[in-house]
């Protein structure tokens, strides 16, 4: 949980995307022109500032355990460091301990259903999942060091998405 909260240093505000499935919250995010009926853009724009200041402003943390989304996460990642806007891809669940969670989904299917319940699917995968401990991540995101322009040890705003 600290390793991963250090990854966002030098970040003024976070947004915390827990269960980000395709990664839709950061385009919303980064590229509210693109999405003028998300209702996320008003929460950013409240939150965050326009869209113009929170580009240079806050990083996005996106929390998907799904193997199967990882490309396009990734490959988000890579398109938005280009521009120099901040997403960090954090390939686990979340919950109130670190541990080992197992997660069902149905081959074949357009990847919708990813839960730990085992539903009665015709044709079930299982993946073994981390997750990380959340209340102790945003500990560690509070306890960073310096973000510009706040002093050593403090943040700007978090906003989470569950």
């Known amino acids: 949980?600290?390793?991963?909260?250090?990854?966002?240093?030098?970040?003024?505000?976070?947004?915390?995307?827990?269960?980000?499935?395709?990664?839709?919250?950061?385009?919303?995010?980064?590229?509210?022109?693109?999405?003028?009926?998300?209702?996320?853009?008003?929460?950013?724009?409240?939150?965050?500032g326009p869209a113009e200041k929170r580009q240079?402003?806050?990083?996005?943390?996106?929390?998907?355990?799904?193997p199967k989304h990882r490309a396009r996460h990734e490959a988000l990642v890579k398109a938005y460091a280009k521009v120099g806007w901040r997403v960090i891809y954090a390939p686990y669940g979340i919950s109130d301990v670190r541990s080992e969670l197992t997660f069902y989904t149905e081959e074949g299917t357009n990847n919708r259903g990813f839960s730990t319940n085992e539903f009665d699917y015709d044709d079930p995968s299982e993946f073994n999942v981390t997750s990380i401990d959340l209340a102790a991540f945003l500990h560690h995101l509070d306890k960073r060091s310096g973000t510009y322009p706040n002093p050593p040890n403090t943040l700007g705003k978090v906003v989470l998405k569950l």
Request: with cysteine; net charge negative.
């Open 56 to 66: 240079k402003t806050t990083c996005a943390i996106e929390f998907e355990p799904n």
């Open 1 to 48: 949980e600290k390793s991963l909260a250090q990854r966002l240093d030098g970040c003024q505000n976070v947004f915390v995307d827990a269960g980000a499935r395709l990664g839709m919250h950061a385009r919303f995010l980064f590229e509210p022109e693109n999405y003028p009926e998300s209702t996320f853009v008003q929460v950013f724009d409240e939150q965050f």
